[in-house]
């Protein structure tokens, strides 16, 4: 075999599977961007659909829905319960109007039955009659002129009743009397009814359609003979028109029943319908169809007769009141769901107003107006989140206005400070000089004042520093001090002064310069004005646990009440500054007090003083259990 070409392992380029792969992969990236194009339109359509219906998610909006949604449900409930029963019971009073109707009906076929069954008694019982049919019992022949006379008879009683079409009189030998044939009464009715008649011994018997007679009824009775024992004499053959038993529109004002009354043996005697049949033969159905419309059938029996009324009504008719009810729920369910919209709306927005109200003074705390919402409402629940709102504010703005006060206070303190400095470095280092010059010159006790005067500026002037701002009772103690130590180079043996400090209180935290200020004040106001010496108490005690009290207090000439009063008027009014020196006011004390213990009622500085006795201050100071933590 020689060797072909691999065709199969090298096909043309145009058949390779992979060439077709570009353009599948562009036609497939073209497609997957038009669906996601598509996909992200519909997407950004249903959001901006969702952010407009977001708007009207409200608080009253949602509680008006609410509302609705479950008045539309107890109504609809409400209307259909009430649509199905009330129509149960208007089809159940037409079904008994329509039974009464019948039990009329039959009543009235009762009567009818019996008018006839009278006036033939009547012509049984006739004298004239009574002695031709006994005549003819006893054996004798009934002349012509007798039997004449039975035709007047039979005349005069058939004028008194519509429904008697003639009277045919037999005798009982089946030979007919009246009218003057010789027809016999076997060819007239079958023998069956005849036996019926003598079985009922003078009670009329009803037969039926008149074989002879297509439009006309019969009914047999038997004569019976008074005089001869109520013995059987003859029979009385009556043909009726069947129109005399006929419905009468009176009895029902719908002409659209369907009305058919029936013998004992079902046979039909009169209808104003073509389909009788389907209502005798409809058993003890109560719904049949007649001509393709669903009816309702009643029917009744007479006890007198045994003969069966069927009247049958459409539902439709049935129907017609059921249909006006409907109307009327449903008209009357509309209009509640809008007197209920409408009171929902009213009450679902006097709900929400005052939230309303207080949602936009809400947001214009973020404009800078804190304020209170004044507005009143008649829900309980809604006042008390109005008044803690209030509240909220309230406190919010006292907080304000204390930190404000505080930095005030603050950047106060911090001026003066800054004014103190005066180039620190060039304090410090001419000090420093001063100290070494009176070391040279042996005078050591003025090297000391110039070294305690150096702690006391470098102390205050850090006052600015807020890292520095909280210091221990042990080291401002050690200021006032200090303080007094300078202060006695003036005053000499003039000033002593008594620190008691217990050792569990040295750790606790206060801010800075609160007790110099008052030493100063106590050194310029009680000891200056003596010629005696004089003497500042500074004692440290505790009043309960995690709170101590701090007393400076003087042996100076005191104050007057009415002087002691103004003072603390001032000071609480921030009337009051040191006279001399860098000394920070009472008021400023008192104020940074209440600014930093805050919420403690410490009651800030108080004074006291009896004139000729002295004055003290004295302020208390809460702390942590742990005493080296600080409050603010």
Do not use: C
Not at 321 to 327: C, D, I, K, N, Q
Not at 545 to 565: A, E, F, T, Y
Not at 572 to 586: F, T, Y
């Amino acid at each position: 075999m020689r060797n072909l070409p691999n065709r199969m392992h090298n096909p043309p380029n145009h058949l390779h599977p992979t060439s077709a792969y570009p353009v599948i992969s562009s036609s497939l990236l073209f497609l997957n961007s038009e669906t996601f194009g598509t996909v992200n339109k519909k997407w950004l359509e249903a959001d901006a659909l969702l952010n407009r219906l977001r708007r009207y998610n409200t608080l009253r909006n949602q509680i008006l829905i609410v509302f609705l949604l479950v008045m539309t449900i107890v109504l609809a409930f409400v209307a259909v319960s009430t649509y199905h029963f009330g129509g149960q019971i208007l089809r159940d009073n037409a079904e008994r109007q329509l039974k009464q109707t019948a039990v009329q009906a039959s009543g009235k076929t009762d009567t009818l039955y019996g008018q006839i069954d009278l006036l033939t008694n009547q012509v049984a019982t006739n004298q004239s009659v009574q002695q031709l049919l006994t005549r003819l019992y006893d054996g004798e022949e009934a002349t012509f002129q007798q039997r004449q006379s039975l035709l007047t008879i039979g005349n005069t009683f058939q004028a008194y009743s519509d429904g008697i079409q003639s009277f045919e009189m037999y005798s009982a030998e089946n030979q007919r009397l009246f009218p003057l044939d010789d027809t016999f009464l076997y060819d007239r009715i079958a023998p069956i009814w005849v036996e019926r008649a003598e079985e009922e011994k003078g009670r009329q018997v009803w037969v039926g359609q008149d074989p002879n007679y297509l439009n006309s009824l019969l009914a047999i009775r038997r004569i019976s003979l008074v005089d001869r024992s109520f013995a059987s004499g003859g029979y009385l053959v009556i043909r009726i028109d069947p129109n005399y038993f006929s419905f009468s529109d009176g009895d029902r004002a719908e002409d659209r029943d369907v009305k058919v009354l029936a013998d004992e043996n079902n046979r039909i005697i009169t209808t104003n319908t073509e389909f009788a049949a389907v209502l005798t033969e409809s058993s003890d159905e109560k719904r049949i169809m007649v001509d393709g419309e669903e009816h309702i059938l009643v029917k009744e029996t007479s006890d007198v007769t045994g003969w069966t009324t069927y009247i049958a009504t459409p539902m439709t008719a049935l129907a017609s009141g059921a249909s006006v009810l409907g109307l009327i729920i449903l008209l009357s369910a509309f209009l509640g769901l809008i007197i209920f919209g409408a009171a929902s709306f009213g009450f679902s927005t006097a709900i929400t107003k005052p939230i309303f109200k207080l949602t936009e003074t809400m947001k214009k705390a973020r404009e800078g107006q804190l304020q209170k919402n004044k507005i009143a409402s008649s829900s309980i629940e809604i006042n008390e989140l109005n008044q803690t709102y209030n509240q909220m504010v309230e406190q919010t703005n006292h907080l304000i206005q204390v930190v404000y006060e505080k930095e005030i206070i603050q950047n106060r303190a911090e001026l003066k400070a800054l004014q103190a400095q005066i180039n620190p470095h060039f304090l410090f280092n001419t000090l420093n000089a001063l100290y070494w010059l009176l070391e040279e010159k042996d005078e050591s006790e003025l090297a000391d004042h110039v070294v305690t005067m150096s702690e006391l500026f470098r102390y205050t002037i850090s006052n600015g520093e807020k890292k520095n701002e909280w210091v221990t009772l042990h080291e401002e103690l050690e200021h006032a001090e200090r303080y007094m130590s300078v202060m006695k180079m003036r005053f000499g043996d003039r000033l002593t002064w008594n620190i008691t400090l217990p050792e569990s209180a040295k750790d606790i935290q206060i801010p800075k310069l609160m007790i110099q200020p008052l030493v100063e004040n106590a050194i310029l106001h009680g000891i200056e004005s003596r010629v005696k010496p004089g003497e500042i108490k500074i004692e440290v005690a505790q009043t309960e646990p995690n709170r101590v009290i701090v007393m400076i207090s003087d042996d100076g000439p005191g104050m007057s009440k009415k002087l002691l009063q103004q003072v603390t008027e001032a000071m609480q009014s921030e009337g009051i500054s040191s006279k001399k020196g860098n000394g920070v006011a009472l008021a400023n004390v008192h104020h940074r007090l209440l600014l930093h213990f805050a919420g403690h009622e410490t009651g800030g500085l108080q004074i006291e003083s009896v004139e000729g006795r002295g004055t003290m201050a004295y302020f208390e100071l809460p702390y942590y259990e742990n005493k080296g933590e600080r409050f603010g």
